[in-house]
């Protein structure tokens, strides 16, 4: 029988090689949980950003009589895969003292995002942005405690008559002396606690109430609940009064509001842009309405919308149009404030469930 000796036998150097490429792509196939708290808040940012300069893009268009277009993101699929493989080969002679050995790793990452629009059309852009927003929910805003200058200056056209500032181009008009005193009025009144309000079941359908609260209030809170009666035309006997939408109240228990739908509240938002006086002087744009009541009132400007062609260092959000930048700056709390608003009330007034609409789907990856 014939015997074959390996000479110079020794340990193959690569053995620890092996071992280190198996630990390596063993530990990246469980990808899945460490992903999930970057692309969360990395997808929830850039959505965020590219929502705010979608809504300032689109008040830039209005004012410059140019078409908005809404489109939201209603889904994002992101799939993730590793392929690894490891490879060993060795090779040996029994009449010489050469051995062989060779080994070889591979391995695939792929990142394939997959993000779903859906341009905002038909009855869904009827109902999110063209429906007046119901008196109701904006009493209950203010009962909330937000401020009743910030709600009723920005979403309320007008009170029992009393008309509020509207900056669009059709229908420009300053505001009521009267209007801008009820403001103020309401505010302290809003600050004392003496306003509330309440649902009635009447019928089939329910019933917003907003009362007076006259007990244990101070006597100069008494006179401004007075004088919101004057100027509303309310009864002077009452101290609840029906919420209802429109501008002319039926009698002097009601409280007729004529309230603004998202888009409108867009509209008159845009015309405190300042646009840059070479495109008013080209007609580019449409000139601002200078509401001489504010002064007399004290009343900022509801947001501060500025231009200028350097691109902004400190911009809460910004935007590029007609070679100009547009941005909020972001150490104007108010106007990020109001902004925000704005955003929230988009959201608020999508009541409905998603309606059939061209859908399109773009692969990112």
């Given at each position: 029988m014939r015997k074959y000796v390996l000479l110079n036998p020794k340990p193959l150097p690569f053995t620890f090689l092996v071992v280190a490429c198996l630990l390596l792509f063993h530990g990246c196939t469980a990808i899945g949980p460490q992903t999930i708290s970057r692309d969360r808040f990395d997808y929830a940012a850039a959505i965020s950003d590219s929502w705010k300069k979608q809504m300032l893009l689109n008040m830039v268009r209005i004012r410059y009589g140019d078409t908005p277009v809404f489109l939201e993101v209603a889904s994002i699929i992101n799939q993730y895969s590793v392929e690894g493989e490891v490879y060993l080969g060795s090779t040996w002679f029994p009449s010489v003292s050469t051995d062989s050995a060779n080994v070889g790793a591979s391995g695939k990452y792929a990142d394939r995002p997959t993000i779903t629009?859906?341009?905002?059309l038909g009855a869904k852009f009827t109902r999110s942005l063209m429906t007046p927003i119901p008196p109701s929910a904006l009493f209950s805003l203010i009962q909330a405690g937000w401020p009743v200058e910030f709600v009723m200056r920005s979403c309320i056209q007008s009170v029992n008559g009393l008309y509020n500032r509207a900056g669009s181009q059709m229908m420009k008009r300053p505001g009521d002396p009267e209007f801008?005193?009820?403001?103020?009025?309401?505010?302290?009144?809003?600050?004392?606690?003496?306003?509330?309000?309440?649902?009635?079941?009447?019928?089939?359908?329910d019933t917003y109430l907003m009362f007076f609260r006259r007990e244990d209030v101070d006597a100069?809170?008494?006179?401004?609940?007075?004088?919101?009666?004057?100027?509303?035309?309310?009864?002077?006997?009452?101290?609840?009064?029906?919420?209802?939408?429109?501008?002319?109240?039926?009698n002097k228990q009601e409280i007729a509001v004529l309230s603004r739908s998202v888009?409108?509240?867009?509209?008159?938002?845009?015309?405190?842009?300042?646009i840059p006086e070479i495109h008013l002087a080209e007609k580019r744009a449409t000139q601002a309405l200078t509401d001489i009541n504010k002064e007399a009132y004290e009343l900022r400007p509801l947001i501060c919308i500025h231009a200028n062609k350097e691109k902004p260092e400190d911009a809460f959000v910004s935007v590029k149009y007609?070679?100009?930048?547009?941005?909020?700056?972001?150490?104007?709390?108010?106007?990020?404030q109001l902004f925000s608003f704005l955003m929230i009330l988009f959201t608020l007034s999508e009541t409905g469930g998603f309606r059939d609409s061209p859908i399109v789907t773009v692969p990112a990856g």
């Amino acid at each position: 029988m014939r015997k074959y000796v390996l000479l110079n036998p020794k340990p193959l150097p690569f053995t620890f090689l092996v071992v280190a490429c198996l630990l390596l792509f063993h530990g990246c196939t469980a990808i899945g949980p460490q992903t999930i708290s970057r692309d969360r808040f990395d997808y929830a940012a850039a959505i965020s950003d590219s929502w705010k300069k979608q809504m300032l893009l689109n008040m830039v268009r209005i004012r410059y009589g140019d078409t908005p277009v809404f489109l939201e993101v209603a889904s994002i699929i992101n799939q993730y895969s590793v392929e690894g493989e490891v490879y060993l080969g060795s090779t040996w002679f029994p009449s010489v003292s050469t051995d062989s050995a060779n080994v070889g790793a591979s391995g695939k990452y792929a990142d394939r995002p997959t993000i779903t629009y859906k341009p905002l059309l038909g009855a869904k852009f009827t109902r999110s942005l063209m429906t007046p927003i119901p008196p109701s929910a904006l009493f209950s805003l203010i009962q909330a405690g937000w401020p009743v200058e910030f709600v009723m200056r920005s979403c309320i056209q007008s009170v029992n008559g009393l008309y509020n500032r509207a900056g669009s181009q059709m229908m420009k008009r300053p505001g009521d002396p009267e209007f801008y005193e009820f403001l103020k009025l309401m505010g302290r009144i809003q600050t004392s606690g003496a306003v509330d309000m309440r649902v009635d079941e009447r019928g089939e359908k329910d019933t917003y109430l907003m009362f007076f609260r006259r007990e244990d209030v101070d006597a100069s809170i008494q006179k401004d609940m007075e004088r919101v009666g004057e100027l509303l035309g309310l009864d002077r006997d009452n101290n609840e009064f029906e919420l209802a939408y429109g501008s002319v109240p039926k009698n002097k228990q009601e409280i007729a509001v004529l309230s603004r739908s998202v888009f409108q509240i867009i509209i008159e938002l845009a015309s405190y842009i300042d646009i840059p006086e070479i495109h008013l002087a080209e007609k580019r744009a449409t000139q601002a309405l200078t509401d001489i009541n504010k002064e007399a009132y004290e009343l900022r400007p509801l947001i501060c919308i500025h231009a200028n062609k350097e691109k902004p260092e400190d911009a809460f959000v910004s935007v590029k149009y007609h070679e100009y930048w547009f941005w909020i700056d972001d150490k104007d709390l108010e106007s990020k404030q109001l902004f925000s608003f704005l955003m929230i009330l988009f959201t608020l007034s999508e009541t409905g469930g998603f309606r059939d609409s061209p859908i399109v789907t773009v692969p990112a990856g």
